[in-house]
């Protein structure tokens, strides 16, 4: 976290996942375009193929709920998107992007609304607080690299071009 403040609350960073369920139905495209019309700077993003570890350890503290068996299964069936997104109040604004875990009760317009099959296939991931922020988005990546990439990425976002 940046801790830096501002009026629409603290700058902060996020993590993403874009999901086995929504990489396989090309819905990534889709999906950051959403998040960078919603304002979130991309800070850094990957595309993984999560092993077995990862996805029991990214998804641990479910690891007693009933569905976590399924859940690492879902997870390990196809290639993942992980990324850093950045702007103000990003971890709650990112979660009223995405919407409700059940797409069910997922507002209209949100991203698991529009895309999501059920509960478990929601199609996107999105950290919770800024506690599990700050572990989600170590689990994936490292600070030194993310400090590297953040100063060239504000350059090329403040070039007269940009959009933000
Ligand atoms: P996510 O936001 O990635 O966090 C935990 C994931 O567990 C959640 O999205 C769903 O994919 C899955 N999940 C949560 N609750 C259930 C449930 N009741 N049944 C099946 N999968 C669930």
């Known amino acids: 976290m940046t801790g830096q403040q501002h009026p629409k609350g603290p700058l902060e960073r996020t993590l993403m996942i874009i999901k086995p369920d929504a990489v396989g139905r090309g819905l990534i495209g889709e999906i950051l375009h959403r998040v960078e019309l919603d304002g979130f700077l991309i800070i850094a993003m990957k595309m993984v193929k999560m092993t077995e570890a990862q996805a029991k350890g990214f998804y641990r503290m479910h690891r007693k709920k009933p569905f976590?068996?399924?859940?690492?299964?879902?997870?390990?069936?196809?290639?993942?998107?992980?990324?850093?997104?950045?702007?103000?109040?990003?971890?709650?604004?990112?979660?009223?992007?995405?919407?409700?875990?059940?797409?069910?009760?997922?507002?209209?317009?949100?991203?698991?609304?529009?895309?999501?099959?059920?509960?478990?296939?929601?199609?996107?991931?999105?950290?919770?607080?800024?506690?599990?922020?700050?572990?989600?988005?170590?689990?994936?990546?490292?600070?030194?690299?993310?400090?590297?990439?953040?100063?060239?990425?504000?350059?090329?976002?403040?070039?007269?071009?940009?959009?933000?």
Do not use: W
């Open 68 to 164: 976590y068996k399924a859940l690492v299964k879902f997870m390990l069936s196809g290639r993942s998107i992980v990324c850093v997104l950045e702007r103000e109040n990003a971890i709650e604004s990112l979660r009223q992007l995405v919407g409700k875990t059940n797409p069910k009760l997922a507002a209209f317009g949100t991203i698991r609304h529009d895309y999501a099959a059920d509960i478990r296939h929601n199609c996107v991931h999105a950290s919770d607080s800024p506690e599990t922020a700050q572990r989600e988005v170590h689990f994936f990546f490292k600070e030194s690299a993310l400090a590297r990439i953040h100063h060239r990425i504000k350059r090329i976002y403040s070039m007269p071009f940009a959009r933000r």
